[in-house]
């Protein structure tokens, strides 16, 4: 694996479907409201480790491609990482997806194949010690590890992947 360490906060069951399809779908935008403190608990006890205690991190997303933008005016991800930065961990949106080609049109093992060169850094891309990638949803670990790659190629950073769901 090229991210260090995956932390999943609940895996994906009906009610956890049904709070997800809300908040990206329906326009529920403060949905994410409910398990913003289970999230805060696993960023915080990350951010205690010895091996990154006090130092430099960002807390990163990637930017939602063009389809996106068709289904809500604005970014679900994002509005956790607000709620989530602090002045030891900010928020920026160092990675953004090219073109439209959405991951969950495809099958598992097809994702790894699909998510490869379809994400780029932006120009808020900065050099750290680490970065706490934020995921909606973790399912293959195909977005994560395209992500790891591309910040890994740039320095020597560790990445952790902080994801709300776990599918099965």
């Not at 790891?148 to 709300?164: M, P, Q, T």
């Amino acid at each position: 694996m090229l991210f260090d360490r995956h932390i999943s906060t609940f895996g994906l069951n009906t009610e956890c479907k049904r709070v997800l399809g809300e908040w990206k779908f329906e326009n529920q935008r403060r949905a994410f409201l409910w398990f913003l403190p289970f999230l805060q608990s696993r960023l915080h006890r990350l951010q205690m480790e010895q091996d990154i205690i006090h130092k430099p991190g960002y807390l990163i997303y990637i930017g939602s491609g063009n389809s996106a933008e068709s289904i809500r005016n604005y970014q679900p991800v994002k509005d956790v990482g607000l709620a989530l930065q602090s002045a030891n961990l900010p928020l920026r949106r160092m990675l953004e997806k090219k073109g439209n080609r959405k991951q969950s049109g495809y099958g598992r093992r097809d994702r790894f194949f699909q998510v490869k060169d379809s994400i780029q850094l932006t120009v808020e891309y900065r050099p750290a010690f680490y970065y706490v990638l934020l995921e909606d949803v973790f399912t293959t670990g195909a977005t994560a590890l395209e992500a790891s790659r591309i910040l890994k190629r740039k320095c020597e950073a560790k990445v952790f992947v902080l994801s709300l769901f776990m599918a099965d």
